[in-house]
């Protein structure tokens, strides 16, 4: 994340943040996961809970980060410029992604969070001599939208599908990487509000718009 956004400029004062009616449902739907785990985080440290910060941390950056937002934004990542609007709703997401996750990592990780804190400071005109005084970056409880949760749902059980046909492609020798596959996602001629189909019909939208 670091490099990312330090080669998107993002950690200094002349990166324009994406707006959230600029970002894509995935963007929306990270967001959503970093309120939770700040919120969730900032229960289990007033309980004294240190076992429930750990879990919820490591489920974050295996299941949101890694498996999911990672593999989706690598490609915008690497290969589009920074003035491009979704790599810069990417940077963006990620910019609070490592803010939020800074104060949260103190007080168990404190010499990676001290770490972390240093670079930032040296990136940025940030005046923060520490990670534990910096203080806790909360995430506007407005981010947690159930309706961005529905949708992305839906669209992770396309997702499932399609790797299911990926791995099953490779297998039988058609390709030799997901990069190599053309997919077509085929949709009804009448399409129902609030389906399925709708939101794929939006997310491929968007992207063109972009």
Not at 92 to 111: D, G, M, N, Q, W
Request: charged share 25%; hydrophobic share 40%.
């Amino acid at each position: 994340m670091l490099a990312n956004l330090k080669d998107g400029e993002a950690l200094r004062g002349d990166f324009d943040p994406a707006k959230r009616e600029e970002m894509s449902l995935i963007d929306n739907y990270v967001m959503l996961h970093l309120q939770q785990l700040e919120q969730t985080c900032r229960e289990a440290y007033r309980d004294y809970n240190f076992p429930r910060v750990v879990a919820s941390l490591n489920r974050f950056a295996a299941n949101t980060l890694s498996s999911l937002y990672f593999d989706v934004t690598k490609d915008t990542l690497y290969a589009d410029p920074v003035s491009h609007p979704t790599r810069r709703a990417t940077i963006t997401v990620l910019s609070e992604i490592l803010r939020t996750l800074v104060p949260i990592l103190a007080p168990i990780l404190p010499h990676l969070a001290e770490e972390v804190n240093q670079t930032l400071k040296q990136q940025t005109s940030s005046s923060s001599v520490s990670a534990f005084v910096s203080g806790w970056r909360e995430v506007p409880s407005d981010w947690n939208n159930p309706v961005v949760s529905q949708k992305m749902d839906s669209l992770l059980q396309v997702r499932s599908e399609v790797m299911i046909a990926l791995e099953q492609a490779r297998k039988d020798k058609h390709i030799g990487g997901s990069l190599e596959a053309a997919l077509e996602i085929v949709l009804p001629a009448v399409i129902e509000k609030n389906s399925t189909s709708e939101i794929v019909l939006a997310e491929k939208r968007a992207i063109n718009e972009h």
